[in-house]
């Protein structure tokens, strides 16, 4: 079955701007899969910040943005926040959506 | 506002079957999308489990095809999984959720624990 690859750690500076990236292992990343970008903090549930490559819902920041770049999707943090220090993780559908896989996540650290 | 909740036992017995329930309220889940369970070992990352879609098809994560099953009460608005012959490996927390587009709403999350 299908591998998601993101980026194990990333580090941002406050009011840095960082891009995650989400790749599968059967080749590029298109907006057929779907990518879903989702939050996590510590103890807490994961929340979708990007659904469908780069939309957004209501309550995520403007400063988050999704896109396809090189083959990949990716998340754009622009303006880094202390709150933004958390795990993120990729969501690709596959045939259909018979098949979703999550990547292994991103532990984002605003430093 | 829609609102997903997990329930079901804490604690489970290696070998034994894993039942939990989600309690959907605020949409009917006959009304449309899907419905899915996601699982996070402890410190680990997110693994999806399964979906099931309002037409009552289902859909598996390969590695777990064989000791999973899910259905749906559309009685009580609620959908459940079972998952058979657990090991340690299984325990997680265990959440309930449906993600389609801009409809995405999560549950908590309940916590399972495989031990004797």
């Known amino acids: 079955q299908a591998v998601v690859t993101q980026e194990p750690s990333l580090t941002v500076s406050p009011g840095g701007t960082v891009t995650l990236t989400c790749g599968s292992s059967?080749?590029?990343?298109?907006?057929?899969?779907?990518p879903y970008w989702i939050q996590q903090k510590p103890g807490q549930a994961p929340r979708t910040l990007i659904y469908e490559t780069s939309n957004k819902h209501s309550w995520t920041p403007a400063r988050f943005s999704g896109s396809l770049l090189g083959g990949k999707a990716a998340l754009t943090l622009s303006g880094a926040q202390p709150e933004d220090e958390a795990e993120y993780y990729c969501l690709l559908s596959y045939s259909d959506a018979s098949y979703v896989a999550f990547g292994g996540g991103t532990k984002l650290t605003v430093l | 506002q829609v609102q997903l909740q997990e329930s079901g036992p804490g604690l489970v017995k290696p070998s034994a079957t894993l039942s939990l329930t989600c309690t959907v309220s605020g949409y009917s889940i006959s009304s449309g999308y899907s419905w899915g369970w996601i699982r996070q070992p402890p410190g680990k990352g997110l693994e999806w489990i399964g979906s099931?879609?309002?037409?009552?098809?289902?859909y598996y994560n390969p590695s777990l095809r064989r000791r999973v099953s899910i259905s749906v009460d559309r009685s009580k608005n609620q959908f459940s999984l079972r998952m058979s012959s657990v090991t340690a490996a299984d325990t997680s927390v265990y959440y309930c959720a449906t993600i389609n587009g801009p409809f995405d709403y999560w549950g908590q999350g309940t916590l399972v624990t495989v031990s004797s």
């Open positions: 059967t080749g590029g990343v298109t907006s057929g899969h779907h």
């Open positions: 099931i879609w309002h037409s009552g098809s289902t």
